[in-house]
């Protein structure tokens, strides 16, 4: 499916402008990365470029390659070259893993190509955010543009809830999602910008913790606190009306790990008493809410959590050859079970190799003591904010990992790089502030010491 005749002149405009503008003003355009990866329109742009690539992951290399040409070689001085570097790992072992599985079968060899290349969109967006947040202003001006965009695409699911028929310029499954779920136009699971219902539960998982961090260290710009609080809203909207379980379950478990574990309790306890609420009135049975109460059945959920079960074990008692090394990549794996693993952990492991595990671990690792340090020491609450949606935007994910591989979604990836982009850097720019105050420090008291005698 290509783009309508009518619309056709229009998008011609708008993409010769984009690229002067990305040409002329790289460090504004690089903001509309965050509407064009939320919002993109998947199904309206569809078939417009080989391998069905999107126009956003071509915008996405527009501004990474504009980002460098202006620099003659030199790098700033403080850039986040750690979570670059690793992201590199990553798409190197991603496109190793993929064409490995690719020698099952000659028809996954396209897959491979097309995986590995998006895998080279995350790095090369990783890099562009690396090259561009260099201080606090410039992690502001990206948090107005993540929230902006955040808000709106959330906004676009309730919309689509609402008006079934704005979905056809997003929902490339609609057609499968009414046959699988068997439910009526008005009552199926909304997904919108996402395309899938399961992806707007992992997108929630990623982007909601960050939306409540700069609500809890109360930034000192009222447009960022009042964008966070819509996206608070809008999020857990989208997130009730996709009926996305495994997007619930990654919510709920963050939310009880932090009403154990944190100062910010206050915060999850009235979320977690909101939550209460909207779920009496799901399970009390009303036209709106009918297939998320349906759902949310025990005989149903029982069932669906056996089924998962025998999927992880099938993966367990049958592993690739190839796992000691580089893994089979995702579509090799699902090739030779007939079904992915629907786990993020068995997908490290048995897509990516214990080679990929390592580094996968290195990240988590890396990005966990980032964000602690930068959540604790930060002057600025804009970047403990960052940091602090990091910490339990990973502690979301690990609860919703259990069903479904989070990194596999490309909102929720770019959304980690950003917040690990932020982390890294402040952790970097921290460090040697505290260093060299404490080297003072030191010449100072010697100093005193020198004139005491």
Request: hydrophobic share 55%.
């Amino acid at each position: 499916m290509g783009i309508s005749d009518e619309l056709l002149g229009p998008a011609v405009i708008c993409g010769i402008l984009v690229v002067a503008l990305v040409a002329f003003a790289p460090r504004y355009m690089i903001l509309l990365t965050w509407p064009i990866v939320f919002c993109y329109p998947q199904k309206a742009l569809m078939g417009l470029l080989p391998l069905n690539a999107g126009l956003d992951d071509v915008y996405v290399l527009l501004v990474a390659t504009r980002m460098l040409l202006p620099r003659g070689g030199r790098l700033p001085a403080e850039w986040a070259k750690p979570v670059v570097a690793l992201a590199v790992g990553l798409l190197i072992m991603e496109a190793i893993g993929e064409f490995t599985g690719a020698q099952q079968d000659p028809n996954l060899k396209v897959k491979a190509i097309k995986a590995s290349l998006k895998a080279g969109i995350f790095m090369l967006f990783t890099l562009a955010l690396a090259l561009d947040i260099r201080n606090e202003r410039d992690v502001y001006r990206h948090l107005l543009g993540f929230t902006f965009a955040a808000s709106l695409a959330y906004l676009l699911v309730l919309a689509c809830f609402i008006y079934p028929s704005l979905a056809v310029h997003w929902e490339v499954y609609v057609e499968e999602a009414e046959r699988w779920y068997e439910v009526t136009e008005a009552e199926r699971r909304a997904f919108g910008p996402f395309n899938r219902a399961g992806s707007v539960g992992v997108a929630v998982c990623g982007t909601l913790p960050l939306a409540i961090g700069l609500l809890v260290h109360k930034p000192r710009r009222k447009p960022l606190t009042i964008l966070a609080l819509v996206m608070v809203v809008s999020g857990l909207g989208a997130l009730l009306l996709a009926k996305s379980r495994l997007g619930m379950f990654g919510i709920a478990g963050m939310l009880a790990i932090m009403t154990l574990l944190s100062k910010q309790r206050k915060y999850a306890i009235a979320l977690e008493l909101a939550a209460i609420v909207v779920l009496v009135g799901v399970l009390s049975g009303t036209d709106v809410f009918a297939a998320a109460q349906e759902r949310l059945r025990t005989h149903k959920v029982l069932y669906d959590l056996g089924t998962r079960a025998r999927i992880w074990y099938g993966v367990i008692e049958n592993p690739s050859p190839w796992i000691g090394l580089f893994g089979e990549g995702y579509h090799g794996l699902a090739n030779r079970m007939g079904i992915s693993a629907h786990n993020w952990y068995l997908d490290v492991l048995y897509a990516w190799g214990v080679g990929g595990l390592i580094l996968f671990t290195l990240l988590i690792v890396f990005a966990i003591r980032w964000a602690r340090y930068v959540s604790r020491y930060d002057p600025d609450p804009r970047c403990r904010a960052v940091a602090w949606g990091l910490l339990w935007a990973l502690v979301a994910s690990a609860f919703a990992a259990v069903a479904t591989d989070p990194w596999d979604r490309h909102i929720y990836r770019m959304t980690i790089y950003f917040t690990m982009v932020v982390a890294c850097l402040r952790y970097n720019v921290l460090r040697k502030q505290r260093a060299a105050a404490a080297a003072a420090e030191v010449q100072q008291q010697n100093r005193a010491l020198l004139g005491a005698r």
